[in-house]
């Protein structure tokens, strides 16, 4: 081979000259080989620039594979190698990595198995189908990353060689399989039960957490054909043949044409005969059915072989390239030693997951990189088995590049054999388990981490714990010592000499004899895969007289290096362990080892200076316990962990009809499983496509110039866009107020505000082009909180309040001035990323013959889009078709936002005459795209010592951002929240949209209702405390009733089902008894605390302020084949719409559901389409769907009389036909009733502002470690009022996400800036969603039933309400959960203040409300002027 670019120019880097010789004579080879879903690949010479997952989805057929954040946190990109296990011969290795971060060159020589390779729609893997069939797939975007990793777990539980299958409950949830995937949708409870369906349907096994030694273990015969499908444990009807609609995607086949019924109970009375579990777990309710369902049976010697070709392969070593970047993959440590001699500055490569986060988001650029993970020499370990060999162990000697995965395994191991000699090994297991994501654990190495240096490494502090040694080698001079303790010299930095490589890791093992205990703690905002705020490895070593002979104290996160405890180290020296005064010793030393300042950077100093003592009292105790030197509190050793969920639906719906009302699965459910859903990024490259990559803020504020000519150098951009490319007026948009510009114009008013865009060819192209960019900022003044913008008087115009009571003609001071008691407080609520799996995207084509344009967009919105299409090409809106096939998730974040990425990529578009795509990278998006509103009120409530409220003053603030988009509209819907349930006779209260410096936030689910509701709760809670009375009494005491009036003087009517909600809900979860049961527990434990709290939620739906939205329209077309298309405005994000829909149209046109077809949603077939928003739209576009049904039943009537009610819609539609009868009706509804008007208070004209209310109550119950801060949510029960749901399984899948989103809004997802305005929480890792491990251990959901004299005055379609954004508060039932905890806490320690608890109830918030001692010794006070290095903007 010649060196791979051939004619060599004078740019040619100098590190290649350096290293030509060797490249030419040694690594001769440019072509990567290896097997892609069975087929063989041979790629020559490719592009140096792409990861594995560039690779696959440049190939024809393979986009099941997605890109949701390109840093490893997501887990969307998963796809599994497959290899023969280099450890135990001739099994095989199935290792889910991480394609976003994965070097395309570590594929050479395995099987890469994508999502394809899995299964089709037409023959899916059962995990595919189980996932599909049990509704664990909505939007589907996160979908094929989920069932990779799930893949591999079940390959790898298949041991070809014995026969044997072996898996257990806690595999799937509890051993770290799925820690690396995130779904925002589903709230990861069906993922959970289709994965369990392998063992209760393959194995025969039991639901129940097995400890890892009771494994099932079950021997399948080869075939695998003879595997008994009868156990008693599995439930009866998922075995048997189904006798009703399997609810297969697209229809079952016994889905027989019925007559069409209408939405009233009597009409609809047909039961469900469905009989057995859908998620097949413990009943825990009596009214809870079964859903019989049947699987394709998992047959492990049916799937893919591993190519017998790869079985040969010998590692060769491979040099690709051009005249930037060169890959090197060497075979031997040699090569590699050579190759650093040779040139010191060649970037080794591991597992990449350091790496390639450093080239995609910090601009790093390595001109050689050498690929050292294959080489055996770095990546041997050796594990003892033998009694003998462990007694006589001395040290564990880990190879540099060991997959951590493997390492995690082998201390498992270990320590199973050493026991207490290997506390150091199941330490390391302990920080293992809870570093990063599975993915990354699979690829990523100690060395990796070791030469990252990061000071919250979670490895580190144990090998500098452990007084390891690194062993290090250069060409010259053979192996060499590096002492761990003296390896970190700087922030980032370490004392390995830049020529040499690391190889190995020796960690000592102590003697029998030695009395040492060594443990690790960590301390992040999420348990699973997240960076540590501290971490810390302790050892100890006591000499015969419990004294301490030695000790190490390690932290992570405490100083730029990692850090050992000196002082702590030289006072505890010589002391007695077993001596309270020792702990005090230790607390007080390290209180002074780690002074922090308040602004330090990263910020939380005083929570990490506690979780440093915390730790240590923690450590103090287990080392007592560990060597029996005397009795401790078993509770206070004991970290949170949790157990195997479980959890019911009740799956039970009487007013099931022949197609509405079952739990019919959604219907691209199996597409998404299978990766043949197409989402924005999937369409085929168009023919002269360019991409787009935006060049944004780098400033909150600043007056700018910008330089574009660096982005055009060869090679780079084609062209750019920017404000010259518009009018003044075609430069303004925005959803109700023109206020923001399309493109910045001098001055920018945020971070990540657009200044303008660039295109090229490529991608990769593009975005380096917009990094090339040079804009000059000069920076202005910045408001970013709602109290500078309060004190700034920073507002936009809002102005709107209501009144009720004696605030409609007079003061409400008169009724404040009757109340026995007056409580006042300041309640503020952070606001909260989207974080849809897909970011925003969009795909302009120009029509060259007309001028028109299609418009593919990831947008709720499709007018909105149309319109500003429009305007910025100055062609009228019949030429501009809005197109959205699915949206891979959206909650609101792709209502308004979603329309200047369109908008833009038409104007380059237009001027290119050439198709432009562009889908945002994460940090772009959360940059760009706005959040849902920070919210601040400041209120007092009045009340009668007796507990009746009076009377409610409020002055609500959200923080807008720099431009308006609905900001107004969300804090209407806010003002109309803030009652939540509870009467209180007189009401004023005001609303304010604050002007900042922030990105504009916007609509998310529930719109502003969750936070009214949120400060509802708190206000109730202020009032039950002052008053001495529980708050359960103060809720039900002051509860609607029938014939009240909210603050918007909307009744209350007789759909009131708030009481019965609770009070169901209440002896179903045996709320009082758990009650009593928590305080016995909170008695008998000082350092754990459990907590109880019952919300309910009443949620308005409509469009409240906009009654123009109120509006649909649908088009419904039956052809002579008797199938049907149908249309209409409504947007498929995942919620299940289109499902709904076609479930409406069929039951409507008495037809089968498979003969409905809904290919897109499009501004051409659906005019002047509401975006779907606001839970409406099933409401909104299922009565239009009814509409067109109904002028097509009337149409029709003659020919069902005719040809009877058994005759398909074929031969009545072809009668039809040759009678001339219009086949096709367009359908359009107006919502009714409502029409409220603000500042009407005559309670006689006053008009409703909702259509109804969907109702429900959410009980929750927590544990609180109140060391760290972190917690468990023990259980969680909801039930809603969703009137006769369309299809209960969307229903419960909407319930059960909404409340794991509303979850993390109150406890976990926490949006930071920069003093200076810039988003700091750009992307997974540094925003927590909750992940799979995070959601209640046991998750109830039921439908409230038995609703006396029906739903009387709903008039929605079928009579089913809107489900997508009620559940969402009820997440808040886990934050007052969690403050319920607090306050026993607080008692406890003397604390007796009422405890303000702002959300989200961060661990940090947690832990610095305990009010003990160890937070005092922790506190750290801001010095005059100090600020704390990040800012929260409620
Ligand atoms: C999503 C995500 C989550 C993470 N979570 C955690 C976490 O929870 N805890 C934590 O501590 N870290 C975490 N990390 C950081 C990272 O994964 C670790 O530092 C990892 O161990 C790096 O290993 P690697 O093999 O992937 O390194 P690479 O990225 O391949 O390399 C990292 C550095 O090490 C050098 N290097 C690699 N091998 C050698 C060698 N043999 N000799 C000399 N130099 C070498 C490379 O040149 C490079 O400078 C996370 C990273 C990501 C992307
Ligand atoms: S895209 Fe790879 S982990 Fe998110
Ligand atoms: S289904 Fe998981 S992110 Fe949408």
């Known amino acids: 081979m010649a060196f791979p670019f051939t004619a060599r120019r004078p740019t040619v880097p100098i590190a290649f000259e350096k290293l030509q010789a060797m490249i030419e004579s040694e690594f001769t080879e440019s072509a990567l080989r290896f097997y892609m879903n069975g087929t063989k690949i041979e790629l020559q010479n490719p592009n140096p620039e792409w990861t594995l997952l560039d690779f696959i989805r440049s190939q024809h057929g393979a986009k099941g594979t997605k890109l949701g954040c390109g840093e490893g946190g997501c887990g969307a990109c998963t796809v599994v190698l497959q290899s023969m296990d280099s450890i135990y011969k001739g099994k095989l290795k199935h290792m889910a990595v991480n394609a976003c971060l994965y070097p395309l060159v570590g594929v050479v020589g395995k099987h890469l198995i994508t ?20 509704h664990g797939s909505q939007c589907g975007f996160c979908t094929p990353g989920i069932v990779m990793s799930l893949y591999a777990m079940i390959r790898n539980s298949y041991n070809p060689l014995s026969g044997t299958f072996t898996l257990s409950a806690s595999d799937i949830e509890l051993e770290g399989h799925l820690d690396g995937n995130l779904c925002r949708c589903t709230g990861y409870k069906p993922i959970l039960s289709a994965a369990k369906t392998f063992i209760l349907e393959d194995l025969r096994g039991k639901l129940i957490e097995i400890p890892a030694d009771e494994k099932i273990d079950i021997t399948v015969n080869k075939d695998g054909k003879d595997v008994p499908y009868t156990s008693e444990v599995i439930p009866k009807g998922m075995l048997s043949k189904p006798t009703v609609s399997c609810g297969r995607p697209g229809g079952c086949c016994r889905d027989k044409p019925q007559p069409s019924s209408s939405c009233s109970l009597e009409d609809s009375s047909e039961t469900s005969s469905l009989e057995s579990s859908e998620a097949p777990e413990e009943a825990s309710s009596a009214s809870s059915q079964t859903l019989k369902l049947e699987f394709i049976p998992y047959i492990p010697s049916t799937e893919l072989i591993f190519p017998p070709a790869l079985s040969k392969f010998e590692n060769t070593s491979i040099c690709y390239g051009n005249s930037k970047r060169l890959w090197i993959r060497p075979t031997t440590l040699k090569q590699l030693l050579d190759l650093k001699s040779l040139d010191p500055t060649i970037k080794l490569v591991g597992g990449a997951s350091e790496v390639q986060v450093e080239v995609r988001f910090k601009n790093s650029q390595f001109a050689v990189s050498v690929y050292v993970a294959e080489i055996e020499e770095l990546a041997e370990m050796s594990v003892p088995t033998s009694d003998v060999q462990l007694a006589s162990m001395k040290e564990f000697i880990v190879g540099a590049n060991t997959p951590l995965t493997e390492l995690e395994y082998a201390c498992k191991s270990l320590y199973a054999g050493l026991g207490r000699r290997g506390l150091v090994v ?77 190889t190995k890791i020796r960690i000592p093992i102590p003697a029998e004899d030695i009395q040492e205990v060594f443990k690790a703690y960590k301390q992040a ?74 602004g330090v950077s990263g910020g939380m100093a ?52 022949r197609v509405v009302g079952k739990q019919v699965p959604h219907m691209s459910a199996l597409k998404q499983n299978t990766g043949e859903a197409e989402y924005l990024d999937d369409i085929p490259h168009q023919h002269r496509e360019l991409y787009g990559a935006l060049v944004l803020s780098a400033r909150a504020h600043a007056k700018i110039e910008v330089d574009w000519s660096p982005a055009l150098a060869p090679g780079l951009a084609l062209g750019y866009v920017d404000r010259n490319s518009l009018s003044k007026e075609q430069n303004m948009w925005g959803s109700v107020r023109k206020d923001e510009h399309f493109f910045a114009e001098d001055e920018v008013f945020s971070h990540g505000q657009t200044i303008g865009m660039v295109y090229a060819e490529t991608a990769l192209q593009a975005q380096a082009s917009a990094r090339a960019v040079k804009v000059t900022y ?73 001028g028109g344009m299609e418009v593919w967009s990831s947008t709720q919105n499709t007018m909105e889009t149309q319109e500003f299409v429009s305007q910025v090409t100055g062609m009228p809106s019949n030429r501009i078709n809005a197109r959205v096939k699915r949206m891979g998730g959206a909650f609101g974040g792709k209502e308004s936002r979603s329309v200047p990425i369109a908008a833009i990529l038409a104007v380059a578009a237009k001027k290119e005459k050439r198709p432009v795509r562009c889908m945002l990278n994460r940090d772009e998006d959360m940059m760009t795209s706005g959040q849902r509103h920070p919210i601040q009120a400041r209120w007092r409530v009045g009340a009668m010592n007796n507990g009746t409220l009076v009377a409610l003053d409020a002055d609500i603030y959200n923080n807008a951002g720099y431009s308006y988009d609905m900001s107004g509209a969300v804090m209407d819907r806010c003002c109309t929240h803030v009652d939540n349930c509870y009467e209180i006779p007189n009401v004023h209260i005001r609303g304010h949209v604050c002007k900042t410096n922030t990105h504009s936030n916007t609509a998310f689910r529930g719109f502003g209702g969750p936070q009214a509701m949120f400060i509802a709760e708190s206000y109730m809670t202020a009032v039950a405390e002052g008053l001495n009375i529980s708050v359960d009494d103060l809720r039900i005491k002051n509860l609607y009733k029938e014939g009240d009036c909210t603050p918007f003087l909307q009744p209350i009517d007789v759909d009131w089902h708030i009481p019965q909600l609770f009070k169901e809900t209440k002896a179903q979860c045996s709320f009082d008894q758990r009650k009593v049961a928590i305080d016995a527990f909170n008695k008998s434990n000082k350092w754990k605390k459990r907590g109880i709290a019952m919300l309910p939620v009443k949620f308005g739906l409509s469009f409240a302020t906009a009654l123009h ?108 036909y040759f009678d001339r009868v219009n086949l096709a009706a367009s359908g359009f509804w107006k919502m009714p009733k409502i029409g409220y008007v603000w500042g009407n208070y005559e309670v006689s004209t006053v008009k409703p502002m909702y259509y109804y209310f969907t109702q429900g109550i959410g009980c929750s119950e927590v544990e609180l470690d109140l060391l760290t801060g972190d917690h ?13 749901s369309i299809n209960p399984a969307i229903d419960y899948g909407q319930i059960e996400g909404a409340f794991v989103q509303g979850q993390g809004l109150f406890t976990m997802e926490e949006t930071l800036w920069t003093q200076k305005g810039e988003l700091f929480t750009r992307g997974p890792g540094t925003y927590k969603i909750p992940g799979f491990s995070d959601i209640p251990q046991e998750f109830n959901i039921s439908f409230l039933q038995n609703v006396e004299g029906g739903w009387k005055h709903l008039r929605s379609i079928q009579s089913s309400k809107g489900a997508g954004e009620p559940p969402l ?66």
């Open 115 to 134: 999502i394809e390779g899995l299964g089709s729609v037409e023959s899916p893997h059962p995990l595919q189908e189980r996932i599909a069939k049990l």
């Open 426 to 502: 199941e330490a390391m297991r302990k920080q293992l388990r809870y570093f990063a994501g599975r993915q990354i654990r699979n690829t990523a190495s100690l060395a990796g981490n070791l030469v990252t240096a990061s000071p919250i490494s979670d490895m580190s502090p144990i090998l500098l714990a452990a007084g390891a040694t690194i062993m290090a080698r250069r060409k010259d001079g053979g192996e060499f010592p590096l002492p761990v303790n003296s390896f970190f010299v700087s922030y980032r930095k370490t004392s390995l000499p830049p020529d040499s490589v690391i």
């Open 525 to 598: 905002k999420r348990k699973d895969d997240d960076i540590a705020i501290v971490t810390a490895a302790f050892r100890v070593r006591l000499d015969e007289e419990g004294n301490v002979e030695d000790i190490c104290l390690a932290y992570g996160g405490m100083a730029p290096v990692i850090t050992e405890a000196k002082n702590a180290k030289s006072a505890l020296h010589g002391l007695k362990w077993y001596d309270s005064r020792t702990l005090d010793v230790g607390l007080k030393a390290l209180s002074e080892d780690f002074n922090l300042n308040f």
């Open 606 to 657: 005083t929570y990490r200076r506690t979780l440093t003592l915390s730790f240590f009292f923690r450590f103090w105790h287990e080392v007592v316990k560990e060597l029996q030197l005397g009795e401790v509190d078993e509770n206070l050793i004991q970290e949170i962990h949790r157990g195997v969920s479980t959890g019911t639906r009740d799956n039970r719906n009487p007013y099931e009809q």
């Open 778 to 850: 000069q920076d202005l003044p910045v408001i970013l909180t709602i109290d500078e913008a309060i004190q700034a008087s920073s507002f936009y115009q809002h102005g709107r309040m209501l009144r009720k009571g004696v605030a409609i003609d007079g003061s409400i001071e008169d009724a404040f001035s009757k109340c026995d008691r007056i409580f006042e407080g300041t309640t503020r609520i952070g606001g909260q990323e989207h974080f849809y799996l897909e970011t925003n995207a969009a795909l302009v084509v120009p029509h060259i013959e007309d």
């Open 1109 to 1216: 939205l109120n509006q649909a329209g649908a088009s419904v077309k039956i052809f002579t084949d008797g199938s049907v298309l149908l249309h209409h405005g409504g947007t498929e994000m995942g919620q299940g719409l289109y499902t709904k829909m076609c479930q409406v149209a069929a039951q409507e046109l008495n037809v089968p559901i498979d003969s409905i077809f809904t290919q897109d949603t499009t501004s051409y077939h659906t005019a002047n389409a509401s975006p779907t928003a606001a839970s409406s739209g099933s409401d909104l576009n299922g009565m239009a769907v009814k509409d067109a049904c109904d002028q097509l039943n009337e149409r029709l009537a003659p020919y069902w009389a005719k040809f009877g009610p058994d005759a398909t819609m074929k031969t009545i539609a072809h009668a039809a």
């Open 1272 to 1284: 468990t949510v023990l259980r969680t029960d909801i039930k809603m009022d969703v009137g006769r």
């Open 1369 to 1434: 508060f009820l997440g808040a039932s886990v934050l007052f959960a969690l403050r319920d905890a607090l306050v026993s806490a607080r008692k406890d320690n003397g604390v007796t203040d009422y405890l303000s608890l702002d959300s989200p109830a961060t661990s940090e918030r947690l832990r610095l409300a305990v009010g003990d001692e160890i937070l005092k010794m922790g506190t750290v006070v801001p010095r005059e002027g100090e600020k704390n290095f990040l800012v929260t903007v409620a």
